[in-house]
């Protein structure tokens, strides 16, 4: 067992030192941890904590610039269950860069537009996505297709399941040393923490958990063996206080969602009799054919989850990286799905990030610092804005009160919404994972 060693620096050290735009205050102080190691701990060049969409994109993104990586996972195995995501343009030009773009498309349907009805089935707004953007692509793809896909691509070895980050120090030699909960050490150069809404790499930088936002969703995927008969288009439900929406993702599954307000997250419920019970609950005076999709639903695609976000304020939320470590997608930015943009922008953030630091790996700690900087101020100005914009959008979709809901159904949705300015948060400009190392 390696000797510790500890002593503290604070965050502000030269050593440590990063820009955060717009910054007014300093953001709250982390203490690292300064520990020695001894002999029996595993050397590494960029572990990535987190082998979910995150975390696999940017190790297939370093993979295809020439750096390997070590992935944690603390699963036994890639997250099976799961239902679907709902994918734009943005993400779909990164899987391009990542060279599985094609073999998704040719999975999943691509889904042509959009019908915004009421609970009693009034149709408020239907739109086709071409007609609001000649390159806008949208298709929902199964989480464990996408996960799968994205793990293929990695070189045998590269993930390590069963391996739960338990602690995260800094040692001496300005590496960073993570503790597994099987008793692993493995010292690393750049630790890459893409661990989700919970993230213990983000803890550890200083940032706050993620805030419940008042809201909770119910989601699953309607399984048709005989081919289910929907349009490809996102059916959207808007009620008082609860929303709904099911959309085909392929020949034989529907995805669907209710998201509904409650002052509390609530148990954790895992049963799918008493998920699917509560579900069709909520729905029960609405048009019966969402309740058949849920009705189609095997037990394990069915979840409820509490909605969260974090809102990375200048000046008082820390920066995303830190001596060394750095944090990617959910870990980094929760948001709620409102916009369907969470795993969206976890792509982006991996080519961004391996793009910045595959060439500082060589130079030394200094580029590496410089190259986890820039990808801050780069990623920095778009996430936050949409996580906000997340946020209202979800708080508009959920009121309650009947007037307010009246004008939204009557005025906002089928008057004022301008189409145009709705998906131009799609828009991403995708480089070229070139190789700079051989
Ligand atoms: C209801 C809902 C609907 C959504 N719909 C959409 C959508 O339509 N489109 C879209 O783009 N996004 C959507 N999202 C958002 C999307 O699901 C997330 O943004 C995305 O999954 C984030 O991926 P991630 O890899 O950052 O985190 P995760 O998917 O949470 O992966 C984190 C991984 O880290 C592992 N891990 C955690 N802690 C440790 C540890 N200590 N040690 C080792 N491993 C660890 C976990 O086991 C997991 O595998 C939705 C989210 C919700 C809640």
Redesign the pocket.
């Known amino acids: 067992m390696a000797a510790i060693h500890s002593s503290f620096i604070p965050l502000n050290s030269p050593y440590l030192e990063h820009t955060f735009p717009n910054r007014r205050k300093p953001a709250k102080r982390t203490k690292l941890t300064i520990v020695s190691v001894g002999s029996d701990v595993r050397n590494e060049e960029v572990v990535i ?7 696999l994109s940017t190790a297939v993104s370093l993979h295809r610039l020439g750096v390997r990586s070590l992935v ?4 036994e195995s890639l ?1 099976s269950g799961g239902t679907s ?3 734009f343009k943005n ?1 779909w030009k990164v899987l391009d860069a990542l060279g599985v773009g094609d073999e998704l498309r040719s999975q999943f349907l691509e889904v042509q537009g959009m019908v915004i009805k009421t609970e009693s089935g009034r149709e408020l707004r239907s739109f086709t996505f071409k007609e609001v953007d000649q390159t806008q692509e949208v298709r ?1 793809v199964e ?1 464990r297709t996408l996960l799968d896909t994205l793990a293929k691509q990695l070189p045998t070895g590269s993930i390590c399941f069963s ?4 602690k995260i120090e800094k040692d001496k030699d300005g590496q960073t040393l993570l503790q597994l909960v099987n008793g692993t050490q493995i010292s690393s150069k750049v630790v890459i923490g ?7 790499v983000a803890k550890w930088m200083g940032f706050s958990d993620p805030k419940y936002v008042g809201y909770c ?1 119910f ?1 699953g995927l309607g399984v048709y063996p005989d081919g289910q008969p929907f349009e490809q288009r996102v059916n959207y439900v808007y009620g008082q206080g609860i929303r709904a929406g099911y959309v085909p993702v392929s020949s034989t599954k529907v995805y669907w ?1 209710v998201c509904f307000n409650s002052p509390s997250p609530g148990p954790k419920v895992t049963d799918p009799l008493v998920l699917k019970k509560q579900t069709k609950e909520l729905i029960k005076t609405w048009p019966s054919e969402l309740q058949n999709i849920v009705d189609a639903t095997p037990d394990d695609t069915i979840i409820r ?1 509490p ?1 969260v976000d974090r809102w990375l304020w200048p000046g008082f939320s820390p920066p995303a990286s830190l001596g060394g470590a750095v944090v ?4 980094w930015h ?2 709620t ?1 409102n916009l ?7 792509l982006e953030d991996a080519v961004v990030l391996a793009q910045k630091l595959a060439p500082a790996l060589e130079a030394g700690p200094l580029a590496i610092e410089d190259a986890l900087s820039s990808y801050q101020n780069e990623r920095w100005p778009r996430i936050f804005p949409l996580t906000v914009r997340a946020n209202v959008v979800g708080a508009v979709l959920q009121l309650e009160n009947p007037v307010v809901c009246a004008v939204r159904d009557n005025l906002l949705v089928p008057k004022l919404i301008r189409l145009g300015p709705m998906l131009e948060h799609t828009n991403f400009e995708c480089e070229p994972l070139l190789q700079t190392r051989v």
């Open positions: 904590v987190g082998a979910g969409i995150a975390g944690l996972e603390q699963a997250r995501l709902t994918l993400g929902a989480r391996s739960k980050l338990s893409c661990d989700g809404i919970r993230s213990s969703a989601r969602f989850t909605l990617v997608g959910d870990a929760p948001m799905p369907g943009q969470g795993a969206c922008c976890a």
